[in-house]
């Protein structure tokens, strides 16, 4: 570590290395704060996700096709959290990268594969949500749990495979050695043209096919309370037909927080990622990066928080109900035990 000295000499990364980069100097009352916010962060990340994947592996009652997509978005939310937010944390509050170039790669690859999974979830979810309110009666056959645990899989697999292609055509294990990069750096590097790949496959397409969906799903909401508030004029069933109108807007408001959410993470990231690299520029994109970090704890608050089993669940997980006989079976919508 490399405290701020009195005489401000200076100071490399590897100081026995000519092609050592340049390290940043910080105060002790920095370091501190800053490893004890990143480690808050990385803990309170896992602690949210951590809480999802138990509850929705523990009650079978949850074993549904759009929750095993909600346990995998929780899966990928929860390694950004032990992985990438703690080495990130170390990478920014050192200004180096202590790892080789082989970690380098590796560490990228692992970021890539972990923010492409999490897109890639939230867009099938989408999918999901799509189905399930526009095609009701087609859902049960065209939402299988075989069909949704095979598209995860794909999910992960694509993710891995693209990434791994990024990371080997970018030369990411080389990067040590590259003249333009220092010998302490671990820089996110791309080309143009994988650059624009990039932003069609893993931005332009993803935002398009999520907000086509929910605009699809607000406008067969929107037709469903106009019908509801017909039946209320001239049907008996006025209780019933006000808590599904209820409900409904319920639904909606929640897919507009969902959406709000999403796009408040990425698109600015991505827009700026367009621009030229200058040092305004590099210190926006680090904090741009961090809120794509952040929105992995944001997740599970976005997509679990809102249901209410998600809330009896967590109660069963913090008083240790679960260790009970048969506390699997319990059914967790209808349980207020």
């Not at 398009?208 to 019908?227: C, G, N, P």
């Given at each position: 570590?490399?405290?701020?000295?009195?005489?401000?000499?200076?100071?490399?990364?590897?100081?026995?290395?000519?092609?050592?980069?340049?390290?940043?100097?910080?105060?002790?009352?920095?370091?501190?704060?800053?490893?004890?916010?990143?480690?808050?962060?990385?803990?309170?990340?896992?602690?949210l996700?951590?809480?999802?994947?138990?509850?929705?592996?523990?009650?079978?009652?949850?074993?549904t096709p759009?929750?095993?997509?909600?346990?995998?978005?929780?899966?990928?939310?929860?390694?950004?959290?032990?992985i990438?937010?703690?080495i990130?944390?170390?990478?920014?509050?050192?200004?180096?990268?202590?790892?080789?170039?082989?970690?380098?790669?590796?560490?990228?690859?692992?970021?890539?594969?972990?923010?492409?999974?999490?897109?890639?979830?939230?867009?099938?979810?989408?999918?999901?949500?799509?189905?399930?309110?526009?095609?009701?009666?087609?859902?049960?056959?065209?939402?299988?749990?075989?069909?949704?645990?095979?598209?995860?899989?794909?999910?992960?697999?694509?993710?891995?495979?693209?990434?791994?292609?990024?990371?080997?055509n970018?030369?990411?294990?080389d990067?040590?050695?590259?003249?333009?990069?220092?010998?302490?750096?671990?820089?996110?590097?791309?080309?143009?043209?994988w650059?624009?790949?990039d932003?069609?496959?893993?931005?332009v397409?993803?935002?398009?096919?999520?907000?086509?969906?929910?605009?699809?799903?607000?406008?067969?909401?929107?037709?469903?309370?106009?019908?509801?508030?017909?039946?209320?004029?001239?049907?008996?069933?006025?209780?019933?037909?006000?808590?599904?109108?209820?409900s409904?807007?319920?639904?909606a408001?929640?897919?507009?927080i969902?959406?709000?959410?999403?796009l408040?993470?990425?698109?600015?990231?991505?827009?700026?990622?367009?621009?030229?690299?200058?040092?305004?520029?590099?210190?926006?994109?680090?904090?741009?990066?961090?809120?794509l970090?952040?929105?992995?704890?944001?997740?599970p608050?976005?997509?679990?928080?809102?249901?209410?089993?998600?809330?009896?669940?967590?109660?069963?997980?913090?008083?240790?109900?679960?260790?009970?006989?048969?506390?699997?079976?319990?059914?967790?919508?209808?349980?207020?035990?």
């Amino acid at each position: 570590m490399a405290y701020e000295t009195e005489d401000h000499e200076t100071q490399y990364c590897f100081p026995a290395i000519n092609s050592s980069c340049i390290k940043g100097t910080r105060s002790r009352h920095e370091y501190n704060i800053m490893y004890v916010f990143f480690s808050l962060l990385s803990a309170w990340t896992v602690f949210l996700n951590l809480l999802v994947i138990i509850s929705i592996s523990h009650f079978k009652k949850l074993h549904t096709p759009t929750n095993l997509l909600i346990l995998s978005l929780a899966v990928s939310d929860l390694l950004i959290g032990l992985i990438v937010i703690p080495i990130e944390g170390i990478k920014i509050t050192e200004t180096c990268w202590y790892f080789g170039d082989i970690l380098c790669g590796v560490f990228i690859n692992t970021l890539g594969l972990l923010l492409s999974a999490s897109l890639s979830n939230l867009v099938f979810i989408s999918v999901d949500r799509y189905v399930a309110v526009c095609h009701p009666l087609l859902y049960p056959q065209k939402i299988t749990t075989t069909k949704t645990l095979m598209i995860i899989f794909l999910c992960w697999f694509c993710s891995l495979a693209y990434n791994t292609a990024i990371v080997i055509n970018n030369k990411y294990f080389d990067t040590f050695h590259t003249t333009d990069v220092c010998y302490g750096e671990c820089p996110y590097m791309m080309s143009s043209a994988w650059r624009a790949s990039d932003l069609i496959l893993s931005f332009v397409s993803p935002c398009i096919t999520i907000i086509t969906l929910y605009l699809r799903i607000f406008y067969a909401a929107q037709r469903q309370v106009k019908i509801i508030n017909l039946l209320l004029k001239t049907r008996k069933s006025v209780k019933e037909d006000t808590l599904k109108r209820k409900s409904e807007s319920k639904a909606a408001l929640t897919l507009g927080i969902i959406v709000t959410f999403h796009l408040l993470c990425w698109i600015p990231f991505y827009i700026l990622s367009l621009s030229g690299s200058t040092v305004n520029t590099a210190i926006m994109s680090k904090f741009l990066t961090w809120t794509l970090y952040v929105n992995s704890s944001l997740n599970p608050i976005v997509y679990a928080l809102f249901y209410p089993w998600f809330k009896k669940a967590v109660k069963y997980i913090l008083t240790l109900k679960l260790c009970k006989p048969a506390s699997s079976h319990v059914d967790i919508f209808n349980d207020y035990h």
